[in-house]
């Protein structure tokens, strides 16, 4: 069974700093392209940034609002993502979801255009 | 960026059938996705590449998409298919590449 289970979130202060981690089990993570999606409070959802494979490169993508201060690595020994949160901003504030950029079948991951598999979620909340 | 408009709320009886809407710009040259969300909860795949169920998802909901609408229908509605639905599209042109619909309301009557 695929498990996705993010830690890390909590209160910070406007340009701090927060790293989140997502812990993967349940399928081969070294194989699997990795995304973080968000929703501020009573809002809707939104896409942060995704990595790929390091077999695909392990290169990344940001969305506008979080590019340069946001930072996707993972660590196929710990089968681990992370999250790295700069210059922090109030309208950061969400739950932040770890999610597989496709779908896990049998132990494997492949890469699709559409989000199979989420985590609980951890919330970082940004005020003063 | 391109952009994916649902309607705010959809409501419907128990038994009937409801229908959620996404308009995007030539949305049936892509592959369209839908997600369902209870309160506090993760979402949930119900539909992938504009009609595909995953495993465990019943045939009650299916997809459509054609022109500039795609559609998530939800056929002999339960009280336990109330949540919010996104829909979802991947588009290498625009920034940024995932985008999400801007969520539907479901309320079963």
């Known amino acids: 069974e695929v498990q996705l289970v993010e830690s890390g979130g909590g209160l910070v202060k406007p340009g701090g700093s927060l790293r989140l981690s997502c812990a993967a089990s349940?399928?081969?993570?070294?194989?699997?392209?990795m995304s973080w999606v968000r929703q501020a409070p009573g809002k809707g959802l939104e896409w942060v940034g995704r990595i790929k494979s390091k077999t695909d490169g392990g290169t990344t993508d940001y969305a506008a609002p979080v590019k340069g201060r946001f930072t996707i690595s993972r660590d196929d020994s710990k089968n681990t993502l992370y999250l790295q949160m700069n210059s922090l901003k109030t309208e950061d504030t969400a739950v932040y979801y770890c999610?597989?950029?496709?779908?896990?079948?049998?132990?494997?991951?492949?890469?699709?255009?559409?989000?199979?598999?989420w985590g609980q979620g951890t919330l970082v909340t940004v005020s003063s | 960026s391109y952009v994916l408009t649902q309607p705010p709320s959809v409501s419907v009886a128990p038994g009937q059938t409801a229908r959620i809407t996404c308009g995007g710009n030539n949305i049936g040259s892509k592959s369209v996705h839908w997600y369902q969300q209870k309160p506090g909860q993760a979402p949930v795949l119900v539909v992938y590449?504009?009609?595909d169920r995953p495993s465990g998802i019943p045939e009650r909901f299916s997809g459509s998409n054609s022109g500039n609408t795609a559609t998530l229908t939800i056929s002999r509605v339960e009280a336990g298919d109330e949540a919010d639905y996104y829909c979802q599209v991947w588009d290498s042109s625009s920034d940024p590449h995932y985008v999400f619909g801007t969520g539907t309301k479901v309320t079963v009557l």
């Open positions: 590449d504009d009609s």
């Open positions: 349940g399928f081969t993570f070294s194989n699997a392209w």
């Open positions: 999610t597989t950029a496709g779908y896990c079948s049998g132990g494997s991951c492949y890469r699709a255009e559409y989000f199979q598999h």
